[in-house]
């Protein structure tokens, strides 16, 4: 298991190390007693060889953790309970699941009324041997503990919290119930159920049934139909239990408690993903066909490596999803270094995400991004029903129109970015080395073009707005950093400026991290400037681009708040023939790929004079070899 999911394996030890010491204490081995001491031998020898067995796979793996989930988890150690122990009951109800539950919530540990029953009815058996019962009592005790108490729930998740679906070891402790009611059945074929014993448990689960009735309103993930279908199975399967103690021997009953307990298990799983249905089955295989079609088509016709970006999206791993090479991801285990240099160009990032939807013409032609993959608007209607509009927009991106429009369908574009460069190139003397610039993405994308192209001097450039005028709104003397203040908090509020546009080059407009949709609306030429939000870092929007002649642009900041800051809102300017020819100088000594899989690149690269270096958009790993 620590070869196959080193995850699930290291949960699996601490259960193992857990019961050995545990019922080692209690002397509840099944072994004899004088034989402690060489099953204690055994399990340690053999451990330790497990370790070292899957040591190849198992030490690369926890370097490269320490460069991607250690550096941004926010793990603190706090001795404190994260939520009410009982509150753990209303999770053995069918269904008690819901999309909230996937960020944070409580353990997910369902499993059938019989085998609730039969954990129970274990402690309270007079048969079954005290010694187990206090060894079982004291491992179950540490799972409870381990799903509510924060120092064993980063234990358990190896001092790292998961991003999303929290406590996940618990199917270990819903195995754990399964194995108990296993030892409780066999042992009520043995010797029949002792009914006082079994009234006294069964008045506590009644209890517990109860108490979830009582917390209906708190727990936003039960629902009134799965509750009462819980009061069904719980009755069906205390009156089977009860034939069973009664007619031991008829084979039939045996078959009725599985056939009982699995229509339960099945209505917990079709209610459960009913719950988290957030996205039906149409609208994903709609989405994954059209993408997958258009990468298809691209693929066969450029058998070179390059990198799609996309204007729509489902996820953020889209590219999973239409088997392309794309620029945003989503993954716990994301290189912080990676994730940090997203934001630094001006993309949106997080602590495990990428989302790769504010790109310049500059970091397209950087970062390989060869193709695009854009959505039209559906107008078509058919019997008076509009066709439904399976991608979603993701960013408004003029620049668009100075790529090669390859193809068209009736949902999307897809384009050619001429001015991509090869994964490698040479460039010039020393390696790369840029320092990032807070708030600034265009001084750090400046900051790159002049490390790998000295000639090519500022690509960007401050870009000019005139006419300004308020609507509702306080002056200001620059919109830089300002705060909007509304006159009259029930008026429509805004700003128009004219942005001049000049032919033949790109407009940008930078805005803070802390700038939400809900906060400021951004409208061009009447149009809503599309951008997600939130963002870790100051992100680049593109808002205009010129064609053959100069043109002006109308520009609307629309105040949602009362008081509105304009976090390093500033318009930049970047010219068409300055990235091609940042481009052309750098595809002049390409990095030509003649192989490559998930693990390595092969290729040749002709370097035409003395210290130069290779310079490739693989994202950083100090794990990462050159040959």
């Keep these: 298991m620590l070869i196959i999911n080193y995850y699930m394996g290291?949960?699996?030890?601490?259960?193992?190390?857990?019961?050995?010491?545990?019922?080692?204490?209690?002397?509840?081995?099944?072994?004899?007693?004088?034989?402690?001491?060489?099953?204690?031998?055994?399990?340690?020898?053999?451990?330790?060889?497990?370790?070292?067995?899957?040591?190849?796979?198992?030490?690369?793996?926890?370097?490269?953790?320490?460069?991607?989930?250690?550096?941004?988890?926010?793990?603190?150690?706090?001795?404190?309970?994260?939520?009410?122990?009982?509150?753990?009951l209303g999770k053995f109800i069918n269904g008690s699941f819901d999309f909230k539950q996937l960020p944070s919530g409580t353990a997910n540990i369902f499993v059938a009324s019989v085998v609730i029953i039969l954990f129970l009815y274990y402690y309270f058996s007079p048969t079954i041997n005290?010694?187990?019962?206090?060894?079982?009592?004291?491992?179950?005790?540490?799972?409870?503990?381990?799903?509510?108490?924060?120092?064993?729930?980063?234990?358990?998740?190896?001092?790292?919290?998961?991003?999303?679906?929290p406590y996940r070891f618990s199917f270990i402790f819903s195995f754990w119930m399964i194995l108990t009611a296993f030892e409780t059945f066999k042992?009520?074929?043995?010797?029949?159920?002792?009914?006082?014993?079994?009234?006294?448990?069964?008045?506590?689960?009644?209890i517990g049934m109860l108490y979830i009735g009582l917390k209906m309103k708190?727990?936003?993930?039960?629902?009134?139909?799965?509750?009462?279908?819980?009061?069904?199975?719980?009755?069906?399967?205390?009156?089977?239990?009860?034939?069973?103690?009664?007619?031991?021997?008829?084979?039939?009953?045996?078959?009725?408690?599985?056939?009982?307990m699995v229509g339960e298990m099945s209505l917990n799983f079709v209610n459960s993903l009913n719950n988290i249905s957030y996205l039906n089955n149409t609208d994903y295989?709609?989405?994954?066909?059209i993408t997958r079609s258009l990468t298809d088509k691209i693929n066969q016709n450029d058998k070179s490596f390059y990198r799609t970006g996309q204007t729509f999206s489902r996820t953020k791993n889209d590219a999973l999803t239409a088997n392309f090479n794309g620029g945003s991801i989503f993954s716990s285990t994301l290189e912080s270094a990676t994730s940090n240099f997203a934001g630094n160009i001006g993309q949106p990032n997080g602590d495990a995400y990428i989302l790769y939807s504010n790109g310049t013409m500059f970091t397209d032609s950087l970062l390989s991004m060869k193709y695009w993959l854009n959505e039209r608007p559906v107008t078509v209607k058919t019997n008076q029903k509009t066709m439904p509009q399976f991608l979603s927009t993701l960013t408004s991106k003029p620049d668009l129109s100075k790529y090669e429009l390859l193809s068209q369908t009736k949902q999307t574009n897809t384009y050619r970015n001429p001015y991509a460069l090869p994964l490698g190139f040479v460039s010039p003397k020393q390696p790369l080395k840029t320092t990032a610039v807070p708030n600034s993405?265009?001084?750090?994308?400046?900051?790159?073009?002049?490390?790998?192209?000295?000639?090519?001097?500022?690509?960007?450039?401050?870009?000019?707005?005139?006419?300004?005028?308020?609507?509702?709104?306080?002056?200001?003397?620059?919109?830089?950093?300002?705060?909007?203040?509304?006159?009259?908090?029930?008026?429509?509020?805004?700003?128009?400026?004219?942005?001049?546009?000049?032919?033949?080059t790109s407009?940008?407009?930078?805005?803070?991290?802390?700038?939400?949709?809900?906060?400021?609306?951004?409208?061009?030429?009447?149009?809503?400037?599309v951008q997600f939000r939130p963002a870790k870092k100051t992100v680049v929007a593109n808002i205009a681009t010129g064609g053959t002649a100069n043109d002006t642009i109308t520009v609307k900041l629309y105040a949602n708040a009362n008081d509105?800051?304009?976090?390093?809102?500033?318009?930049?300017?970047?010219?068409?023939?300055?990235?091609?020819?940042?481009?052309?100088?750098l595809k002049q000594s390409p990095y030509k790929i003649s192989n490559w899989n998930n693990h390595q690149f092969t290729g040749t690269v002709h370097v035409k004079a003395a210290k130069q270096s290779l310079t490739t958009t693989i994202p950083y790993s100090k794990l990462a070899r050159k040959n």
Aim: positive net charge.
């Design 10 to 88: 290291w949960m699996i030890a601490i259960f193992v190390t857990a019961y050995m010491i545990i019922f080692g204490i209690a002397k509840a081995l099944p072994v004899q007693t004088g034989s402690y001491g060489k099953v204690f031998f055994r399990w340690l020898k053999a451990s330790l060889l497990s370790g070292v067995l899957s040591a190849w796979l198992l030490i690369p793996t926890f370097f490269s953790l320490l460069t991607s989930k250690t550096n941004y988890s926010k793990n603190e150690f706090r001795v404190r309970f994260e939520y009410n122990p009982l509150d753990m």
């Design 130 to 165: 005290w010694r187990f019962k206090i060894a079982n009592f004291g491992l179950t005790a540490f799972f409870v503990l381990s799903m509510c108490f924060q120092p064993l729930d980063l234990f358990w998740h190896g001092m790292q919290l998961p991003v999303w679906y």
């Design 187 to 206: 042992d009520i074929s043995a010797h029949n159920i002792r009914w006082r014993n079994f009234i006294a448990s069964m008045t506590i689960i009644l």
């Design 507 to 529: 407009y940008y407009m930078t805005m803070g991290p802390n700038i939400s949709n809900t906060q400021l609306s951004v409208l061009v030429n009447g149009n809503s400037l």
């Design 218 to 260: 708190k727990f936003e993930y039960l629902r009134a139909g799965n509750y009462v279908w819980g009061w069904i199975y719980l009755l069906l399967s205390i009156g089977l239990i009860i034939f069973y103690g009664l007619y031991r021997q008829h084979k039939l009953l045996s078959a009725a408690l599985a056939v009982l």
């Design 285 to 289: 295989t709609k989405f994954a066909g």
């Design 564 to 585: 509105v800051w304009l976090q390093n809102v500033k318009f930049y300017k970047l010219n068409d023939q300055k990235i091609a020819r940042f481009s052309q100088d």
């Design 441 to 504: 993405p265009i001084a750090y994308q400046n900051q790159l073009a002049k490390q790998l192209d000295p000639k090519i001097g500022d690509l960007f450039k401050p870009a000019a707005y005139t006419d300004v005028s308020y609507h509702n709104i306080y002056p200001v003397l620059d919109l830089n950093n300002a705060v909007l203040r509304k006159k009259n908090m029930m008026e429509q509020s805004y700003i128009t400026m004219k942005v001049p546009i000049e032919k033949n």
